[in-house]
């Protein structure tokens, strides 16, 4: 038995002890928490055997209430001596897929994003934002399947797009081929916990006991494919390819000293996405391209909130199961240091960034970009989210 430690300042104190998926000398992934530099396995430190299951799902769909208790049990058995063979340093561990992703949405939940993207591809419009943004979280259905934990290589998707010269008039005439603007996308993702019957939407005020945490999310996006297939039914094959998650998922409760207000709703909502308690996240999270960090975008600028998003994605009856994943969309704020891709970053390509002395529009093979992101924690410091990294390879 031993007691396990952790360095003052660690991102991953009693205050965080998120969730996720390890295993270690080749033998099956079970359900850990990251204490300090710590893998905790929570099916020897808990004697509960939900925990040796391959993925989060199992205790997801224990509810809400059980949540909390095992919460409450895992910071009491830290605060013990621990088995030996439950701790493991976490540099010696692989990190799998924290959850079996069931139904997968994202959403297009800031302003600023949204109206960045709007001045791009329609610079003549009279209001960057659609008539519809301010009404509801605009969002669409994804693939679950192509959605990988941080550290997976990302191949460059190949796909139809129009060449330049098609592009800027006369007969599109398309052409297929690796994507030439492949971006990445900064967001935030929810995890829903356990979920809802077909007909039974889940209301704003009950949001908090279906959401179970939040891992960090990059939706890499062809662009190119993006501009050329979007028309008229939304995102397809530039952005199904793959996303990354974190490894980690943080506990909603986690982020109770980060919660605040969001940005003033004008006009009201509609009452079914009325919010009874404040549902921002001041989430601070941080986009690094080849370790120079390009942006630092706000969480809490964000317009629509996640229990807006569960309360919309639902309003129509639609059923929701443990595992089901939706992502804000790119997190971006006022600033241009702020803005979660690199079409707004490099203003699709128009305003490059410099990186390492050399100018850059769109991710280039080899490229690797990582997400990370801290918060306000309940004991006055603060907490990681972890990292969502990935490398691009050439196409295929
Ligand atoms: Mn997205």
């Known amino acids: 038995m031993t007691r396990p430690e952790v360095p ?10 998120p969730y996720g998926v390890y295993s270690v000398d080749g033998a099956a992934p079970r359900v850990a928490t990251r204490y300090g530099d710590h893998v905790v396995d929570l099916a020897l430190l808990l004697g509960d055997d939900v925990f040796a299951a391959p993925s989060l799902n199992p205790f997801l769909a224990q509810g809400h209430d059980r949540w909390v208790a095992v919460r409450a049990a895992i910071r009491d058995a830290l605060e013990d001596d621990v088995p030996e063979a439950a701790l493991h340093d976490h540099d010696a561990v692989t990190l799998h897929l924290p959850f079996e992703v069931a139904d997968y949405v994202d959403f297009y939940a800031s302003e600023h994003h949204a109206a960045n993207l709007g001045r791009l591809f329609r610079p003549d419009a009279a209001d960057p934002l659609q008539p519809n943004w301010k009404h509801l979280p605009v969002g669409y259905h994804g693939r679950s399947a192509s959605i990988v934990v941080s550290g997976t290589d990302i191949v460059r998707p190949q796909g139809q797009r129009l060449p330049a010269a098609g592009a800027r008039g006369g007969t599109p005439v398309p052409e297929f081929g690796p994507s030439q603007r492949l971006d990445l996308e900064a967001e935030l993702g929810f995890v829903v916990g356990t979920g809802s019957a077909a007909g039974e939407p889940i209301p704003v005020a009950d949001a908090e006991r279906h959401l179970f945490g939040v891992v960090l999310f990059n939706d890499w996006s062809a662009r190119d494919l993006q501009a050329w297939e979007y028309v008229p039914l939304g995102p397809m ?26 940005p003033v709703q004008d006009p009201p909502v509609l009452p079914y996405l009325a919010m009874p308690q404040p549902w921002g996240l001041d989430v601070e999270v941080e986009v690094v391209w080849n370790d ?3 942006s630092r975008p706000p969480y809490a600028a964000m317009y629509w909130s996640p229990a807006q998003m569960l309360a919309h994605l639902t309003a129509n009856g639609a059923p929701t199961r443990p595992g089901d994943l939706f992502a804000s969309g790119t997190v971006s704020g006022p600033a241009r240091t702020e803005r979660g891709a690199l079409i707004e970053l490099t203003w699709d390509g128009a305003d490059p960034l410099v990186l390492d002395g050399v100018p850059r529009t ?20 603060r907490l990681g989210l972890g990292e969502a990294r990935g490398r691009i390879l050439p196409a295929r």
């Open 8 to 17: 003052s300042g660690s991102l991953f104190g009693a205050a965080n002890l």
């Open 237 to 262: 094959l530039g952005k199904s390819f793959a996303s990354t998650v974190s490894p980690w998922v943080v506990p909603l409760p986690a982020l109770d000293a980060a919660r605040v207000a969001t």
């Open 292 to 294: 120079e960090v390009v």
């Open 362 to 381: 769109y991710l280039e093979d080899g490229d690797e970009v990582v997400l990370r992101a801290t918060a306000p924690a309940t004991d006055g410091g």
